[in-house]
């Protein structure tokens, strides 16, 4: 008997139904999306910096098993993301994409630079 551990496709269903993250989710995004298992976030350091670490399981797109993206602030840097009170400055730092041959090779998942305003 196969047992089912948490709720399939949730990440994605949550980001879809977000419409601030829904309209950046292509339809190549929600095949590898659908795999996605875990998002855990950190603080990377006592300037307000944070690291966000999407955990999948084994998919058909690429190798890794976890993707990282690191997020730098500065008050004074330009502005790279703007949301509901939140301000983003400086620096967002993506995490390399190990794909398997021929899929999405034109294309670099989670290494997008959002600039969102309210």
Not at 76 to 89: S, Y
Request: proline share 3%.
């Amino acid at each position: 008997m196969n047992r089912v551990f948490g709720i399939p496709n949730f990440w994605l269903t949550v980001m879809k139904r977000k419409d601030i993250l829904a309209e950046l989710i292509t339809e190549d995004d929600e095949g590898a999306l659908q795999y996605l298992e875990d998002i855990k976030s950190c603080r990377l350091d006592d300037s307000g910096g944070f690291m966000l670490e999407f955990s999948f399981s084994c998919t058909p797109y690429f190798k890794n098993s976890k993707l990282e993206k690191k997020y730098k602030i500065d008050r004074d840097g330009p502005v790279l993301i703007k949301a509901r009170g939140c301000v983003i400055r400086d620096e967002i730092i993506p995490y390399a994409v190990s794909w398997f041959t021929g899929q999405f090779t034109d294309k670099e998942l989670f290494v997008k630079y959002i600039k969102m305003t309210k």
